[in-house]
C-alpha cells in the first residue's frame, strides 16, 4: 500500500499524560500537514512540514504541541500533559509540491489517529 | 476558523436523484478541493478546481466555481447509496500574487444520505 499511513489509529490515554502519534507519508511527497478533527466539524490545520522544515504552524498548535520531521520521510506529533479537549482525530495529508514547475495541490489523507483523553 | 460553509448542512436524498452541495468562502483563493468522509474514517480527494478554471468534471462529479462570488458547488448525478458520506469544501488561500499558501481551510460539511 502507498498511502499515507497513521500509527496508532486509536489511542485512549489519561489526562496529563503524553502521547506521540506517528505519520508515514507518500514517499515521494515533500509536504506533510497535521490536522485536528472534533465530532461534527471539519478539519482543522494545526502545522505543516516542506521536507524537514517546519513552514507554519497554527495557533492552535500550543505549547504542549511539538512536531517533527526529522529526516523529511515520516512525522511525529507529540501532545505532552494532554488535557480532555484534546480529545479528536488527528489527521496526516502528504502533497507533492515542485517549485518552479505546475505544483500538485491535492493532499492525500491518512485514515487519523482517535484520541480520546479520560 | 472554519472558512468555508458548506450548505446544506444535511442532505437526503433516493439513490438516483443528483445531489447539490454549496460552498462559499472569504479569502482569495488559489485552488478549492473536495473531500469526502465517511464516518469516522480519512478524507478522499474527490477534486480540485484551480482559481481560474469555471468548471470542471470528474465522473459522476461537477464543480462549478464562482470567484466574484466566493462560491463553488459540487454536483453528484445520479447518486448511489455508496455516496452516503460527509463531503467538505476546502479553500487553498492565495497570496496577493496568487500563489498558494499550501494548507487547507475546511468548512463544516454537509452530510449526504443517499436512500437505496
Known amino acids: 500500500d502507498t498511502g499515507v499511513s497513521q500509527d496508532p489509529r486509536h489511542k485512549i490515554t489519561k489526562r496529563g499524560q503524553n502521547v506521540t502519534f506517528r505519520c508515514d507519508p507518500i514517499?515521494?511527497?515533500?509536504?506533510l500537514y497535521w490536522y485536528r478533527q472534533t465530532l461534527g466539524q471539519g478539519p482543522e490545520f494545526l502545522t505543516y512540514?516542506?521536507?524537514?522544515?517546519?513552514?507554519?504552524k497554527s495557533r492552535l498548535l500550543s505549547d504542549r504541541f511539538s512536531a517533527e520531521r526529522p529526516k523529511g520521510s515520516f512525522s511525529t506529533l507529540e501532545i505532552q500533559r494532554t488535557e480532555q479537549g484534546d480529545s479528536a482525530m488527528y489527521l496526516c495529508?502528504?502533497?507533492?509540491?515542485?517549485?518552479?514547475?505546475?505544483?500538485?495541490?491535492?493532499?492525500?489523507f491518512g485514515p487519523g489517529t482517535r484520541l480520546t483523553v479520560t | 476558523s472554519q472558512q468555508g460553509e458548506e450548505d446544506p448542512q444535511a442532505l437526503s436524498i433516493q439513490e438516483g436523484e443528483n445531489a447539490t452541495m454549496n460552498c462559499s468562502y472569504k479569502?482569495?483563493?488559489?485552488?478549492l478541493q473536495w473531500y469526502r468522509q465517511n464516518s469516522g474514517r480519512g478524507l478522499v480527494h474527490l477534486i480540485l478546481?484551480?482559481?481560474?478554471?469555471r468548471e470542471k468534471h470528474s465522473g459522476r462529479l461537477r464543480v462549478t466555481l464562482d470567484t466574484s462570488k466566493k462560491s463553488s458547488s459540487l454536483l453528484i448525478t445520479a447518486s448511489r447509496a455508496a455516496d452516503t458520506a460527509s463531503y467538505f469544501c476546502?479553500?487553498?488561500?492565495?497570496?496577493?500574487?496568487?500563489?498558494?499558501?499550501?494548507?487547507?481551510?475546511f468548512g463544516q460539511g454537509t452530510i449526504l444520505t443517499v436512500h437505496p
Open positions: 479569502t482569495s483563493i488559489n485552488n
Open positions: 476546502a479553500t487553498d488561500a492565495s497570496n496577493a500574487g496568487g500563489t498558494s499558501y499550501g494548507k487547507l481551510t
Open positions: 512540514f516542506q521536507n524537514e522544515a517546519q513552514l507554519e
Open positions: 478546481i484551480r482559481s481560474n478554471e
Open positions: 514517499s515521494e511527497h515533500n509536504r
Open positions: 495529508a502528504s502533497s507533492l509540491y515542485l517549485a518552479g514547475g505546475l505544483p500538485l495541490y491535492e493532499q492525500y
